[in-house]
């Protein structure tokens, strides 16, 4: 799975929902909602968040992610809508 994801996918992702998404209150601050894929941005802009309520994944410096997943099961759930939704508008 490491290799599915990158720093390049994720800033794409996070364009695209930032433009076809809702503008919603999240727990990091105001961010975007589309398809059930939350994102917004850390106060300084170097962290950009990703939920679906149940995994986060944080993309930060460097590139570097790290994702809060109980399991591999929900992580690729995860990852499945985080694809489609790059499928899905281009």
Do not use: C
Not at 59 to 82: I, P, S, V, Y
């Amino acid at each position: 799975m490491q290799n599915e994801i990158d720093g390049k996918f994720l800033l794409n992702l996070y364009a695209k929902i930032e433009k076809y998404g809702q503008p919603q209150q999240t727990a990091h601050g105001a961010g975007f909602v589309l398809d059930g894929i939350s994102v917004s941005q850390g106060f300084d802009g170097y962290e950009a968040y990703f939920s679906d309520g149940v995994v986060q994944l944080t993309l930060g410096f460097h590139n570097k992610w790290h994702a809060d997943a109980t399991d591999e099961q929900q992580m690729e759930r995860f990852l499945a809508r985080l694809q489609q939704i790059q499928k899905q508008y281009t």
